[in-house]
């Protein structure tokens, strides 16, 4: 099956998995989806993943991670580069997702990166999604 936008195919299943209450939710693998999934670890949203090699298609198996009450630790997220509308900042207009509490993941020319490595490093780049 071809996606126009695979990024935004990732995100709208985290979302529906979250909905549904799921502990994990499989994504096909890119490598730019591994390189989003290892921010969102990072900055500690997600609970773990693993890469899974299957035929004809490998995916990325993400642990999703719940509070004691039940509550996904993802509260949104949000694409917001998408094909049509190419969305790139420089380093001094890079965005702040609700005042810090949330992240921003950009492709710069180090990688895929998150919004306060890019501040860190002083760069800018295209702003791929939101996450609070």
Known sequence: M???DPIADMLTRIRNAILSEKKTVPVPLSKIKLEIVKILKS???I???????????SHILIELKYGPD???????IK??????KR???GA??????????GVAVLSTSAGIVSGRDCRTKNIGGE??????
């Open 2 to 4: 071809s996606h126009t």
């Open 43 to 45: 900055e500690g949203y």
């Open 47 to 57: 609970a773990g993943f693993k890469v899974e090699s299957g035929t004809p298609v």
């Open 70 to 76: 039940k509550h996904s630790v993802i509260e949104g």
């Open 79 to 84: 694409r917001i580069s998408t094909p049509g």
């Open 87 to 89: 969305v790139y900042v």
């Open 92 to 101: 001094d207009q890079l965005p702040k997702v609700l005042d810090g509490l």
């Open 127 to 132: 702003v791929l999604l939101h996450v609070w």
